[in-house]
């Protein structure tokens, strides 16, 4: 018999990721204590969670994903969250995916709208905090209270019977606020972050994103840049324009609603090529849903006229994607809108427009269209550089300016920019034909932390090296 305060060390062989519930029992067989503990793999973002709703470690139904197209009779926005439904369940539990406190129980509009927002720091912390939001909870019923410490896997109330039928679900996200508390109801001030499929685990996704015309016809629209009801032949394209691509994804759980079903992409790229292979435009990154949304940005990534028209509610979703709307990161944000396809710079000839769409689990789908540009200019050869090996970069830690240096055996454009860790432009280096010969750039990290320096040569190579910036 061990003694009273005695640690027994015991090895527990987890089978798979997932949670679990350790309990340990008396000499009568009764519990003493029972400890929830998740074991999964690393998310990008450095930790995994389990899911919301039981069971913890699988894969549910999805209603409404991050960035999805939102229209309800009102103004249009982003969904910043994803709506987890729970087919053929009223009331089911709602738990913990993580530990934290509770900074904010309230609503944002009568009793459908509760919400509790848990910390992952206690409510001593004042300064910006990372957090997870769980919203539709049933104030009726019991719910933990503002101030209360939670544990992963710990029930923490039961989801509100939706008024919608089938549509009962949870919205959830990941999100940042100040304050020791954050009770600003009815307008709370969290930012919303980070898409949570990018840290849930498992989030398997059995289905690739689908393609649809964008007009009859026609895989692809084609539109005066920031221009709405003005479209062109895709025979005779000039000017700056901006391309539309109609696309939605399925995970493969269904809601048992085929319009639930349908949801926003995780990640769209385009690229431009002549039809004889010389590569205009490379592999852009156009928009991806994994971080912050701001609801007036929401016509910077959708296409709302009459001609392309975004929907997106409870009986009809229609997702028109601006696929030329970026600066090439994937921050949404108002300046994207100047991202355009200038036809004038490239000659006139006819074009392969490629569009590929990805979820977060890495399903794709590509698909192209053959245009035509006809702004009465000559084709030109644009110059494709030649790299002499990999560019180099010092030193990859520590503090002050870091050298980047590479050698060009032919002269031609390069691109050379730096993004921090969330893959905000932090500070472009070079967009210019360079002759033949060495060439160095001087990168000067504007805050302590992670940064990616890429190097481009448009239609041959991408390289990348990660520098650590200290305080």
């Not at 969670?49 to 009779?73: E, F, K, R």
């Not at 649809?212 to 840049?225: E, I, K, V």
Request: hydrophobic share 35%; glycine share 10%.
């Amino acid at each position: 018999m061990p003694r009273p305060g005695r640690t027994l060390p015991r090895r527990f062989d987890t089978p798979a990721t997932g949670f679990y519930n350790l309990t340990a029992l008396n000499s009568l067989g009764g519990p003493l204590r029972t400890v929830v503990i998740l074991v999964g793999l690393l998310s990008a973002s450095g930790f995994a969670t389990g899911w919301p709703i039981p069971p913890l470690d699988s894969v549910h139904p999805l209603g409404n994903n991050w960035g999805n197209y939102q229209d309800y009779g009102g103004s249009p926005y982003f969904h910043n969250g994803i709506d987890i439904i729970t087919v053929g369940q009223h009331n089911a539990e709602v738990r913990a995916v993580r530990r934290g406190w509770v900074k904010a129980w309230g609503t944002i509009q009568a009793d459908l709208h509760y919400r509790l927002a848990v910390c992952d720091t206690n409510l001593s912390y004042t300064g910006r905090a990372e957090g997870w939001l769980y919203a539709h909870i049933d104030s009726s019923r019991w719910h933990k209270q503002l101030g209360d410490e939670v544990q992963a896997g710990e029930l923490i109330g039961y989801l509100v019977y939706w008024t919608v039928s089938g549509f009962d679900h949870i919205h959830f996200a990941r999100i940042s606020d100040t304050g020791a508390t954050w009770q600003r109801f009815p307008n709370p001030t969290w930012w919303f972050i980070q898409n949570p499929l990018t840290i849930l685990r498992p989030n398997t996704d059995l289905v690739a994103p689908v393609f649809q015309n964008a007009r009859t016809g026609a895989r692809f629209a084609f539109c005066r840049d920031n221009v709405n009801n003005s479209y062109l032949n895709p025979t005779g394209l000039t000017g700056d324009v901006d391309i539309i691509a109609r696309i939605y994804d399925k995970t493969g759980y269904t809601t048992r609603n085929d319009t639930w079903d349908k949801l926003a992409p995780y990640q769209i790229e385009h690229m431009i090529r002549r039809d004889d292979g010389l590569v205009v435009r490379p592999w852009t990154l156009s928009l991806q849903f994994s971080n912050r949304l701001d609801a007036a940005n929401v016509h910077v990534v959708y296409k709302n006229d009459n001609t392309c028209n975004s929907y997106g509610d409870y009986s009809r979703r229609e997702y028109y994607y601006i696929v030329t709307n970026t600066d090439g990161d994937s921050i949404i944000e108002s300046t994207d809108t100047q991202g355009k396809w200038a036809t004038a710079e490239v000659g006139d000839g006819n074009y392969w427009v490629i569009v590929r769409a990805s979820d977060v689990y890495g399903n794709s789908t590509l698909d192209s269209m053959l245009v035509t540009t006809a702004n009465g200019v000559g084709l030109a050869e644009l110059p494709a550089a030649a790299l002499d090996g990999r560019f180099t970069l010092t030193p990859t830690a520590g503090r002050g300016p870091r050298t980047i240096a590479f050698n060009l055996l032919a002269a031609g454009r390069v691109q050379l920019r730096a993004f921090d860790q969330t893959g905000r432009l932090a500070t472009p280096l070079c967009d210019a034909v360079l002759p033949a010969g060495p060439h160095s750039f001087r990168f000067d990290p504007p805050a302590p932390g992670l940064y990616f320096v890429e190097l481009v040569v448009p239609g041959v190579l991408r390289q990348t090296a990660k520098v650590t910036a200290l305080r």
